[in-house]
């Protein structure tokens, strides 16, 4: 019984302050959880052996040219790359944005990463990484399109809020660990679910499958029990982060002023993102630099 009542405190302390329409979502995101566990991954395997998949490596899920290559990591994905790679969190991952705003020139050599994509030296070790003050910087032709983009995520302080990580990517928008002129992955062996299981994905229990060469091809079938069982892993993982994400979410004011204050401070040159995830809130600075 003193389980129940901790576990009943904890909801209702979870559930202060949320708007009638964040409770929806949250009780239909515990629904789906519920579901998606039930889940058959021999039948998934099946559904997947019919629609066919063999990797053809042209890397074009990591361009930009061809069509939105975003990946989205939860919390977890990225310390685990942090901790094969060497890199900090914020060479690894940045604030999930439009695609239409493209980053800074991405991470060059990965290190703990061979060209192969075999980790290197397991010796080597980041000093640890204080978020509020570790930043990123963004040309001022980028950050301008901010204000108006996400104007519904500023706060009253000129404070823009994010939902999430993406992976870094490079002046050109292609991903930051895509080696040029291979199409080798430098965090291979640790790359996020949403690459494992491309290019396929699931949404309200069914499952999708995104542009790409590969489709179509004979796959065996322990290739696709395989993909299968990683597909559902990255389904429960992802809603259960969601979830996570809107219980520790608390609302943030906004007012008239908040998105002139956002212009002034890129203006000036710095502003802030806020990210909400599932670990709870990264505040981020950001310097404004002059576009080349």
Request: charged share 30%; glycine share 10%; net charge negative.
């Amino acid at each position: 019984m003193e389980g129940s009542s901790s576990d009943s405190g904890q909801k209702s302390k979870q559930n202060s302050g949320k708007t009638k329409f964040q409770l929806l979502l949250i009780s239909g995101l515990k629904k789906e959880i519920e579901a998606a566990r039930r889940l058959d991954p021999e039948k998934l395997a099946s559904d997947i052996d019919k629609i066919g998949f063999s990797c053809q490596q042209c890397g074009k899920c990591c361009k930009r040219a061809f069509g939105d290559n975003r990946v989205l990591v939860i919390p977890r994905e990225i310390e685990i790359i942090r901790e094969y790679s060497g890199l900090s969190k914020l060479e690894i991952a940045g604030p999930l944005i439009p695609d239409v705003f493209e980053s800074e020139p991405g991470v060059g050599e990965v290190k703990g990463a061979s060209e192969n994509g075999v980790h290197g030296d397991k010796e080597a070790e980041n000093p640890p990484v204080n978020e509020k003050f570790e930043g990123i910087s963004v040309d001022t032709g980028d950050a301008l399109q901010l204000p108006e983009l996400l104007e519904e995520d500023i706060d009253s302080e000129g404070n823009i809020h994010a939902f999430g990580w993406m992976l870094r990517r490079k002046r050109n928008g292609d991903c930051s660990f895509l080696e040029q002129g291979t199409n080798r992955c430098r965090i291979y062996p640790v790359r996020p679910m949403l690459c494992r299981t491309y290019p396929f994905y699931m949404e309200e229990l069914k499952l999708y499958t995104c542009e790409c060469e590969g489709l179509g091809y004979p796959i065996s079938g322990e290739e696709s029990l395989k993909l299968a069982k990683d597909l559902l892993s990255r389904y429960l993982a992802e809603l259960e982060d969601m979830l996570a994400v809107y219980e520790k979410f608390e609302n943030f004011e906004k007012d008239g002023g908040g998105l002139e204050l956002a212009r002034e401070n890129m203006e000036k040159g710095s502003f802030a993102f806020i990210v909400h995830d599932s670990s709870g809130i990264s505040k981020i600075s950001v310097k404004v630099q002059e576009s080349d």
